[in-house]
């Protein structure tokens, strides 16, 4: 099947610091999304991005579509208690015609 | 939020028993697609639509069928459920293929 690489699996963050995953692939994509999913949750839109090297930001995220189409990073700037959750990437591949593929996501935790 | 709701969205049921799930929307969307979420595996496609009568094929498509009879409904159908099946179920929908899915708030089946 299609690989969509996430990464970091899992991080821990302190109220107030910057965060930073990304997704890759040995693949071109056309779009890659961001989505954040809590628990109970189905996942919800942070940012849309379509064309490459596109820089987009949504309050505190920020997130670059890749110069390759490769990959692509979300960023987080001054993490608060609730941005804790699942961040998953997503991508609609060239050659898989109109379906996403999502990355196994990115669960963020708050340091106790 | 985009008007997509799943049914039911709790489910137990016996191995060897149909289940069939509920997806519908009220934004008119043309493609509806079928995810479950499974640890460690993010979430996969099982069957699409991108119109009435019009379905294709996921990437974990076995065991499960579709149908899509009006714009607003898509049905996923488990003919003869299997304890791999157990899992989380997401609806989303979206205007084109290659656009942003938006998702239904999930259906969680326990397949005993």
């Known amino acids: 099947g299609q690989q969509l690489n996430q990464s970091p699996q899992s991080m821990f963050i302190q109220e107030g610091e910057d965060v930073s995953m990304n997704c890759t692939s040995s693949?071109?994509?056309?779009?890659w999304l961001w989505y954040k999913q809590d628990p109970g949750e189905g996942p919800v839109l942070l940012i849309a991005?379509?064309?490459?090297?596109e820089l987009t930001s949504n309050g505190r995220l920020t997130a670059q579509f890749g110069i390759t189409r490769k990959d692509s990073f979300l960023n987080i700037s001054a993490s608060i208690p609730s941005d804790v959750g699942i961040y998953f990437c997503?991508?609609?591949?060239?050659?898989?015609?109109?379906?996403?593929?999502f990355g196994a996501g990115t669960i963020l935790r708050v340091k106790s | 939020d985009a008007g997509i709701t799943q049914s039911p969205r709790h489910k137990v049921t016996e191995t060897g028993t149909p289940v069939t799930l509920r997806c519908h929307q009220t934004?008119?969307?043309?493609?509806m697609y079928w995810y479950r979420q499974d640890p460690g595996h993010g979430l996969r496609l099982i069957h699409y639509?991108?119109?009435?009568?019009?379905?294709d094929k996921g990437e974990v498509s076995d065991g499960y069928s579709v149908s899509r009879s009006k714009t607003e409904d898509f049905l996923l159908t488990l003919e003869s459920a299997t304890s791999s099946q157990t899992s989380v179920y997401f609806c989303?929908?979206?205007?084109?293929?290659?656009?942003?899915?938006?998702f239904g708030q999930g259906t969680r089946l326990t397949v005993v």
């Open positions: 989303a929908i979206s205007v084109q293929g290659n656009t942003e899915a938006f």
């Open positions: 693949s071109i994509f056309n779009t």
């Open positions: 991005l379509y064309k490459a090297g």
């Open positions: 997503a991508g609609q591949l060239l050659e898989y015609g109109n379906k996403l593929v």
């Open positions: 934004e008119n969307h043309r493609y």
């Open positions: 639509s991108y119109g009435v009568k019009d379905t």
